[in-house]
């Protein structure tokens, strides 16, 4: 599993955001790239081991809301790896707001 992985919920269906494009990004540029699953969550994002830093995830929310109306075509969340504990970033999402924290 990845050291950084991520779940995407939308807050305004109640239901897992399946399809969501992510990027995880460091100091040196892009990591890696993936797509929400059908339970909205990317496992497999990365290496299983970063150097300490400053990492973003990089969410296409235009793409998952296509046609819909939505106020943040992208949502990125830059974040700090200390250390080799596992970091997981949800993202509460709608299409006129997100919230985000560290999860477990």
């Known amino acids: 599993m990845s050291q950084v992985t991520t779940h995407v919920l939308d807050s305004s269906l109640g239901v897992p ?26 496992t497999t994002l990365g290496p ?5 830093g400053a990492y973003t995830l990089t969410f296409d929310t235009a793409t998952y809301f296509g046609a819909t109306p939505a106020f943040y075509p992208r949502v990125c969340i830059e974040f700090t790896v200390g250390g080799d504990e596992h970091y997981h970033v949800p993202l509460l999402l709608s299409p006129f707001g997100y919230s985000t924290y560290r999860g477990s």
């Open 48 to 52: 299983e081991s970063l150097d300490p």
């Open 17 to 42: 955001a399946a399809g969501v494009p992510v990027q995880l990004s460091g100091p040196d540029g892009l990591i890696a790239s993936s797509q929400t699953n059908a339970d909205g969550r990317v």
